[in-house]
């Protein structure tokens, strides 16, 4: 059966998504812009990840909320609620002129973007034709996908004619037709419930999630320090020290779930090993995906020469055929269901880190763009399919649950795969001198090629899982 998608089901998801696109475009805007923001603040290296890092906490904390927020409240309220973070952040970045201020416009997009992104995919799985859910969701995985990774291109090619600050002016028009558009289609198909919010479980999951971002964060930082000979010893303190809460932070959070009558998130999804398998693909890669933005446009610099601008046009051409192919791997997971789609794309996907790792000794920009491109195109093919295909058998009431399991590890796994790839290139460059020397250059592009191996063995790890989880799913037919 054809079914027909409501002219309001994409008024609602182009309003949702566009939020959420430009949400998480400015995750990885802001990196290219890292240079230019340590000049005008006047703060060190350490210190300006900070505009990333708390970005990706604040979003981190938010989304494991969007199941009772779904619950509780309307969508267009809910919806409205994201749209006013969003143009407060951006009216913050636009006229502050100190580095707190900036940081708290940076959570308060955070926690915009962790509303609006579970939103989009709560009304995709709710609302979509069943026949029509796997495109749709392709659609929906372009601004988890192409949004971060076309990130450096905007925030390159912005900067180097206006100031960066333009970037926020841009994205004030947008938000106003969103909220237009959002009012007039978005529609409440189920009741809400009355839902309430366990203050103690709320607690123990904002202590696990930022307890385990900061603790990659610092050890980042101290394994930086330490190949550099600089003391790193209240680095990877923090870094302990932040490990340990987030742990039993989590582990109290899954206790009181389980004893709850009405928990924060119904964790119960998670005993059934196909959901599981699902989830680690989803999770790690990511570490992949958004992590290849940050090692090609310092690789294009650090090690080939590149300008900003050049760097961050690389990763373009895989990022927009991609936008265009994440709709067509949804329909060809409406066609033939999850397991050859799936297992296709990222087959394919791993040979774009396998040439990079061959070549990587004499790379040129055009190869790294293009070797990108074939990861590029795969991945967007493939990694929309692994939330629809994990969601599909979970009745419909635990859906905004998994949901926001699924987008927090996203968020997770793009958080460590920047760490991971900083901290692999920072130690190679370690005792190469200075930044333009050829030594410098070459040190760089050893460690790509250990990037490159790295990236290999965690898209081989996914489709491990991935083929698992299929079979168990067979096995049970």
Same mark, same amino acid.
């Given at each position: ?15 949702? !998504? ?26 060190? &290296? ?5 505009? $990333? ?104 090619? =912005? ?6 600050? +333009? ?87 899954? %206790? ?37 933005? %940050? ?16 760097? !961050? ?7 927009? =055929? ?10 060809? %997971?409406?066609?033939?269901?999850? $397991?050859?789609?799936?297992? $296709? ?18 790379? &040129?920009?055009a190869l790294l763009a293009g070797f990108y491109f074939i990861f590029g195109l795969s991945y967007a093919l493939g990694y929309s399919n692994i939330m629809t295909s994990a969601l599909s058998a979970l009745p419909g009431q ?6 926001? =399991? ?9 958080? +460590? ?7 692999i290139l920072t130690i190679a460059q370690a005792g190469a001198g200075g930044e333009g020397t050829p030594a410098f250059a070459h040190a760089t592009a050893v460690g790509g090629a250990w990037t490159f191996a790295t990236m ?8 491990? +899982?991935?083929?698992?989880a299929f079979r168990i799913r067979a096995r049970r037919r």
């Amino acid at each position: 059966m054809d079914e027909r998608i409501p002219r309001r089901l994409i008024g609602s998801i182009f309003a949702v !998504g566009s939020l959420a696109f430009f949400g998480i475009l400015t995750e990885t805007v802001m990196t290219v812009l890292f240079p230019e923001l340590m000049r005008e603040l006047n703060v060190g &290296t350490a210190t300006v990840q900070w505009i $990333t890092t708390i970005y990706l906490l604040s979003v981190a904390v938010t989304m494991p909320i969007s199941s009772y927020l779904k619950r509780r409240f309307p969508l267009k309220a809910i919806f409205v609620a994201a749209v006013i973070l969003a143009v407060i952040g951006c009216v913050i970045m636009i006229f502050g002129r100190s580095f707190p201020v900036l940081i708290l416009a940076r959570i308060i997009q955070g926690v915009g973007s962790g509303i609006a992104t579970p939103l989009m995919i709560n009304i995709i799985l709710e609302q979509s034709p069943k026949s029509k859910i796997g495109r749709l969701m392709g659609v929906g995985s372009l601004v988890i996908t192409v949004a971060p990774a076309i990130g450096p291109t905007v925030g390159g090619a =912005i900067s180097s004619v206006l100031p960066w600050r +333009a970037i926020f002016v841009f994205i004030l028009p947008i938000m106003a037709i969103s909220l237009v558009v959002g009012l007039l289609c978005i529609e409440q198909k189920t009741p809400t419930q009355s839902a309430q919010l366990n203050p103690l479980q709320f607690i123990a999951i904002v202590l696990g999630l930022a307890g385990l971002i900061m603790a990659l964060n610092q050890a980042g930082v101290a394994v930086s320090a330490a190949a550099d000979g600089a003391s790193f010893t209240l680095s990877a303190n923090i870094a302990g020290a932040s490990l340990v809460i987030g742990v039993l932070a989590l582990l109290f959070f899954g %206790y009181s779930s389980k004893r709850s009558f009405s928990p924060l998130i119904r964790l119960g999804i998670l005993r059934d090993p196909v959901v599981l398998l699902h989830l680690l693909a989803y999770a790690i890669l990511p570490m992949v995906g958004i992590g290849f933005g %940050y090692v090609i446009t310092n690789l294009a610099q650090l090690s080939l020469g590149a300008d900003a601008f050049l760097a !961050g046009a690389l990763v373009l051409p895989g990022a927009l =055929i991609g936008a265009f192919f994440a709709p067509v791997g949804g329909m060809l %997971y409406d066609r033939f269901g999850a $397991t050859r789609p799936i297992l $296709t794309a990222f087959a394919v996907a791993v040979v774009g880190p396998v040439l990079l790792l061959v070549f990587s000794m004499r790379l &040129t920009p055009a190869l790294l763009a293009g070797f990108y491109f074939i990861f590029g195109l795969s991945y967007a093919l493939g990694y929309s399919n692994i939330m629809t295909s994990a969601l599909s058998a979970l009745p419909g009431q635990f859906t905004p649950d998994g949901n926001a =399991i699924f987008n927090t590890m996203l968020q997770f796994g793009g958080a +460590a795969g920047t760490t991971l790839f900083s901290t692999i290139l920072t130690i190679a460059q370690a005792g190469a001198g200075g930044e333009g020397t050829p030594a410098f250059a070459h040190a760089t592009a050893v460690g790509g090629a250990w990037t490159f191996a790295t990236m290999i063995v965690i898209c081989v790890a996914a489709f491990a +899982a991935l083929a698992a989880a299929f079979r168990i799913r067979a096995r049970r037919r």
